[in-house]
């Protein structure tokens, strides 16, 4: 947690600053099948990635899936992580502001995902392979991205 002072709810924000692959932070290990993740995360900067990510279906360090969004690539993505191997599932494009606060939501529904990004509908998918599990927040590279006002509801 650091000072953010246009964080949505100030004065704090949870902000990833440090260099690793694929950063993530669980929030919650329960087994969730259907439901609604939503953060405000802001994308402030990287060389190789501005990125911020929610993980849901959570089975363990290696086992996940992630929506994604990007301010260097202009573009909200599906992912699987599986036995600590990243491969995309569906893209869609979406402008993601650097230095700008977004909203990032996922949409699940049995093994259909609806990914949103300011309250836009960008890119949808179907998968499945894991079909409940935990929830968090990813970055990748080195990212500085900051996240604030996580929920999750159920249907």
């Given at each position: ?24 932070i669980?929030?919650?290990t ?16 990287g060389?190789q ?12 360090k ?6 994604r ?10 992912f ?12 869609g ?5 650097s230095g700008?606060?977004?909203?990032l ?5 049995g ?17 499945d392979?894991?079909?409940n ?10 990212s500085?991205?900051?996240f ?8």
């Amino acid at each position: 947690m650091r000072a953010e002072s246009d964080a949505p709810s100030p004065p704090n924000a949870l902000c990833q600053t440090g260099n690793a692959d694929f950063p993530a932070i669980s929030l919650d290990t329960k087994a969730y099948t259907d439901l609604t993740l939503v953060t405000r995360f802001k994308p402030i900067s990287g060389r190789q990635d501005q990125a911020g990510g929610l993980i849901f279906r959570v089975q363990d360090k290696d086992n996940y899936y992630i929506l994604r969004a990007n301010a260097l690539e202009n573009n909200v993505i599906f992912f699987i992580y599986a036995r600590g191997s990243r491969s995309q599932l569906k893209a869609g494009d979406a402008k993601v502001g650097s230095g700008t606060w977004h909203e990032l939501r996922v949409d699940v529904r049995g093994n259909a995902f609806r990914g949103f990004l300011d309250g836009t509908s960008v890119v949808d998918t179907t998968d499945d392979r894991y079909k409940n599990g935990g929830i968090g927040l990813w970055t990748k590279s080195d990212s500085v991205t900051c996240f604030d006002d996580v929920e999750v509801s159920l249907p």
